[in-house]
T-cell receptor
Framework: AQSVTQLGSHVSVSEGALVLLRCNYS??????LFWYVQYPNQGLQLLLK??????LVKGINGFEAEFKKSETSFHLTKPSAHMSDAAEYFC???????????FGTGTRLLVSP | GAGVSQSPSNKVTEKGKDVELRCDPI?????LYWYRQSLGQGLEFLIY????????KSGLPSDRFSAERTGGSVSTLTIQRTQQEDSAVYLC?????????????FGPGTRLTVL
């Protein structure tokens, strides 16, 4: 079954530092991949998605992710962290032939001043 | 425009009682999904509706869980004879189409606590 693995349940960065959140997928064919963000006591909001149109995907709030087939990775990055980026981030895959999303375990991003 | 709404936002119930959770999707969205978010299990898919039919119920954890959708709009998730392990946040999402690349828009969730 297609799945995603997020390395690191917590990532801490300083304000202004690079943000790197890791996601690896398991699939023999390039799947649809998503990054969602969840702020406290809120639902999930889509940051960006990969649908095979371009390997470098730009999303909202300055985030981007690069699809690397050779590494089966879809890491999320942002050049400069802001305090408002503190939230939980979920990588997800839409398995081929299914309509559901399969989520990773999430990474909580902590941003310190 | 209005997003996905869910009610109630919080529900506390006693073990053994039945509960109903409601989801109002974005107007015109044909696909609707239910997920559950809990500390132990993370984010899990429960059920998917296309229109009023549910072609994928594979995530429902037991026969105590059921869901329906009427008029291609509102959906209700029912949990019968609630157990403490049912305590979780239940999230509803909708999308304009049912393709795998479609963006799912999520509601704020219903936090269910079973005492």
């Amino acid at each position: 079954a297609q799945s995603v693995t997020q390395l690191g349940s917590h990532v801490s960065v300083s304000e202004g530092a690079l943000v790197l959140l890791r996601c690896n997928y398991s699939s023999s064919v390039p799947p649809y991949l998503f990054w969602y963000v969840q702020y406290p006591n809120q639902g999930l909001q889509l940051l960006l998605k990969y649908t095979s149109a371009a390997t470098l995907v730009k999303g909202i709030n300055g985030f981007e992710a690069e699809f690397k087939k050779s590494e089966t990775s879809f890491h999320l990055t942002k050049p400069s962290a802001h305090m408002s980026d503190a939230a939980e981030y979920f990588c997800a895959v839409s398995p081929t032939g299914f309509q559901k999303l399969v989520f990773g375990t999430g990474t909580r991003l902590l941003v310190s001043p | 425009g209005a997003g996905v709404s869910q009610s109630p936002s919080n529900k506390v119930t006693e073990k053994g009682k039945d509960v109903e959770l409601r989801c109002d999707p974005i107007s015109g969205h044909t696909a609707l999904y239910w997920y559950r978010q809990s500390l132990g299990q993370g984010l899990e898919f429960l059920i998917y509706f296309q229109g009023n039919s549910a072609p994928d119920k594979s995530g429902l954890p037991s026969d105590r869980f059921s869901a329906e959708r009427t008029g291609g709009s509102v959906s209700t998730l029912t949990i019968q004879r609630t157990q403490q392990e049912d305590s979780a946040v239940y999230l509803c999402a909708s999308s304009a189409t049912s393709g795998g690349a479609s963006e799912q828009f999520f509601g704020p969730g219903t936090r269910l606590t079973v005492l």
